[in-house]
């Protein structure tokens, strides 16, 4: 069975570029979250989908970030206009069972911004 | 404003040695532990969870659970080069089911 996979691993951007950074769960999982870490900080939650839908995006930091999952399936995550702060290691994870089941993380996209 | 506070390290154990990591965490209500391990550039896997007070073992893995005391452990027995990685300790409070994240313990353990 295939992990959760994230593409790209790397991405370096100059401020106000976009990058959108994508993530392929588990098949079969319906439940999708987005994290990041910062340099020297802990990982952060960020968003949660149950399927299509956003069931919690209360860690997204602010109206640059935009997710999406058409579909269910995979999901990408968009940074626009990326700033400096934006840079920091973007996890995926996915799981069957919101409430009982383990978060399987995926390998992360490292986002540098220049 | 939930925290998990862990010391960050190195941590730095010779093989064969137990290997004692330990995280506090600020929300009393917290009902779900997890221990993620994590080597360099990979991704977080989860080695243990545990959710009541005591102790709960899984081959050279304990992770040991104080609730009154607000602090979880791991303690890996007969350490091995092959564990030293990155230990993030993840915090879940009642009805959260998001875990919260320490910055994590770097572990080195030298032959």
């Known amino acids: 069975e295939a992990g959760v996979t994230q593409f790209p691993s790397h991405s370096v951007i100059e401020k106000g570029q976009t990058v959108t950074l994508r993530c392929d769960p588990i098949?079969?999982?319906?439940?999708l979250y987005w994290y990041r870490r910062v340099m020297g900080k802990e990982i952060k939650f960020l968003l949660h989908f149950v399927k299509e839908s956003k069931q919690d995006e209360s860690g997204m930091p602010n109206n640059r970030f935009l997710a999406e999952r058409t579909g269910g399936t995979y999901s990408t995550l968009k940074v626009q206009p990326a700033e400096l702060e934006d840079s920091g290691v973007y996890f995926c994870?996915?799981?069957?069972?919101?409430?009982?089941?383990?978060?399987?993380f995926g390998p992360g996209t490292r986002l540098t911004v220049l | 404003q939930k925290e998990v506070e862990q010391n960050s390290g190195p941590l730095s154990v010779p093989e064969g040695a137990i290997a004692s990591l330990n995280c506090t965490y600020s929300?009393?209500?917290?009902?779900?532990f997890f221990w993620y391990r994590q080597y360099s550039g990979k991704s977080p896997e989860l080695i243990m969870s545990i959710y009541s007070n005591g102790d709960k073992e899984d081959g050279r893995f304990t992770a040991q659970l104080n609730k009154a005391s607000q602090y979880v452990s791991l303690l890996i027995r007969d350490s091995q080069p092959s564990d030293s990685a990155t230990y993030l300790c993840?915090?879940?409070?009642?009805?959260?089911?998001?875990?919260?994240f320490g910055r994590g313990t770097s572990l080195i353990v030298h032959p």
């Open positions: 994870a996915s799981s069957q069972d919101f409430m009982t089941d383990t978060q399987y």
């Open positions: 993840a915090v879940e409070s009642g009805g959260s089911y998001i875990p919260t």
């Open positions: 929300d009393r209500v917290s009902q779900s």
């Open positions: 098949s079969g999982h319906d439940n």
